[in-house]
């Protein structure tokens, strides 16, 4: 028989599987919205953060269910859930740091100056070439 702990357990990832989903569709839509490219959305803490959210959550609830099965799971099938939750919970933490201190549509990683201001020589140098 199921206990209340199980199916709370069980509720906990199902629903963080949810919301990776919904993370998935809401910037699939905003992206057709704004007509950009997926490549644009993935480096956006907008995304980041509830799709490591969700990660934390799953990792949490799949190692909470195995650890507190009939059977549980083998302690290093939990140490690895719990040690992905701890890497996912960090990932949203600075995610989240990041586009509060820096705005949500701003990119982490963008180009660094130097290569940009190659970029932009080559193309001033195309465009003398093509007058």
Known sequence: ?????????????????????????????????????????WGLPRFLVPLNLSLTAFCVGVGLSGATAYTPDPWWQTLIWGVLALLFGFQ???????????????PIEEKPQAARNGDEKQDTDFAETTD
Do not use: C, H, P
């Open 92 to 106: 949203t933490f600075t995610a989240w740091r990041f586009g509060k201190a820096n705005g949500w549509e701003t």
């Open 1 to 41: 028989m199921f206990s209340m702990t199980d199916v709370m357990i069980d509720a906990l990832w199902i629903l963080a599987l949810a919301g990776v989903f919904a993370t998935f569709s809401y910037t699939d839509w905003l992206r057709s919205e704004q007509k950009g490219r997926w490549r644009d959305q």
